[in-house]
């Protein structure tokens, strides 16, 4: 072995040793004889040397045996080979999830900007085209509906690459889970999903649902929102719906049939109050004289005896009920009065005496 390449640890030993060989050697020149304890302490000595020597050189050759690529054992090196893959496969495949998740949360925001655009402009092209209006109206949750469900798709088959039978079988399981936990929340789901398949109503539509009166602003997938014609917005939730009889004014036309009220004193002259009532809902602005314009007659009896008009008509646009109907109670009270079929006191609820000739005479406190 090189002494420019002995170990450390062997260096003081042997120094100690040959200082050892020296003192015997001056000793065996004088004629002397060495002392025994001497003698083993450097026995001592060499059997260490000996031993530290043979320790070294098995280190010696394993690491020349691996410098020249000699097989390693597998219980020194299998563990750690095992353990480097493992930490790169782990390290690979967070980055791929991390990458895929980027992409799934860019691709539903692009998606959420698409759905909104698209509701916007649907309703700005309805309200700017009165006679496509329902038509645009209705298109509206069915695009929604349809651009989520395919981004959700392309989400969970493109990025994540969830296979059809894999996706099926999650869903099942999902479904079941959810349905215990949110049972209301998946019935209003359905209930949604059957009102746009059914089509009982659609947005734009004037309907009477759960003891709410108005048009249907929006279909979503937990409620269904109507505008009353107070202006209030009124969530209903669709499973509610589902389970209650739906009423619907104009069925999916943009006209609607409008019923008009009047009342008049029992001893009116009806023909004439017929042709009047007429005359105001036809001429109104708001007609739809395409429509056939019907008036009926019935007696009633509240504090006094009285006739009940029905004005039945169709408008151009279902926003325009209401407008129409005091339209036409206006119309109608001032011809009434000017045929002289209204007394200056009505509404006052008078007590009417008749006179000989069968008119109203003025009123009188009741005894």
Not at 206 to 233: C, F, M, Q
Request: glycine residues 8%.
């Amino acid at each position: 072995m090189n002494a420019n390449k002995c170990p450390r640890g062997i260096r003081p030993k042997v120094s100690v040793l040959l200082a050892g060989t020296v003192v015997l050697g001056a000793a065996s020149a004088q004629g002397q004889e060495p002392g025994a304890g001497l003698a083993d302490s450097l026995a001592a000595e060499v059997s260490a040397l000996r031993t530290e020597v043979e320790r070294l050189s098995d280190v010696t050759e394993r690491l020349e045996a691996s410098t020249l690529g000699t097989t390693v054992p597998a219980a020194t090196t299998g563990g750690l080979t095992n353990s480097a893959e493992a930490l790169d496969q782990a390290a690979a495949s967070a980055q791929r999830w991390g990458v895929r998740s980027l992409w799934a949360v860019l691709l539903l925001v692009l998606t959420l900007v698409v759905v909104r655009s698209v509701s916007w402009l649907l309703t700005r092209l309805a309200e700017r085209n009165a006679r496509r209006r329902l038509l645009l109206l209705r298109m509206e949750p069915i695009v929604r509906t349809t651009v989520w469900a395919l981004a959700i798709w392309i989400v969970l088959s493109a990025v994540f690459r969830v296979d059809t039978a894999t996706l099926l079988a999650a869903g099942a399981a999902l479904g079941v889970a959810i349905g215990f936990a949110a049972q209301d929340i998946l019935k209003n789901i359905f209930g949604g999903l059957v009102i746009l398949a059914d089509g009982p109503f659609q947005v734009g539509d004037k309907i009477s649902v759960a003891g709410t009166y108005g048009e249907v602003s929006a279909i979503g997938t937990r409620s269904t929102r109507i505008v009353t014609p107070d202006d209030n917005l009124v969530s209903v939730p669709n499973a509610q719906i589902m389970g209650q009889q739906v009423s619907n004014a104009n069925a999916g036309a943009l006209d609607c049939q409008v019923v008009t009220d009047l009342y008049l004193p029992g001893w009116v002259d009806v023909g004439m109050a017929r042709d009047l009532a007429y005359r105001a809902a036809i001429t109104s602005r708001y007609v739809y004289r395409k429509k056939p314009v019907v008036v009926l007659v019935k007696d009633e009896i509240h504090d006094t005896f009285v006739t009940h008009l029905k004005v039945k008509a169709y408008v151009l646009d279902i926003r325009f009920e209401f407008a129409f109907m005091s339209d036409v109670t206006e119309r109608a009270r001032a011809a009434f009065r000017e045929a002289g079929l209204l007394p200056p006191w009505h509404g006052a609820k008078p007590y009417l005496l008749m006179d000989e000739e069968g008119r109203a005479a003025a009123p009188t406190a009741r005894t």
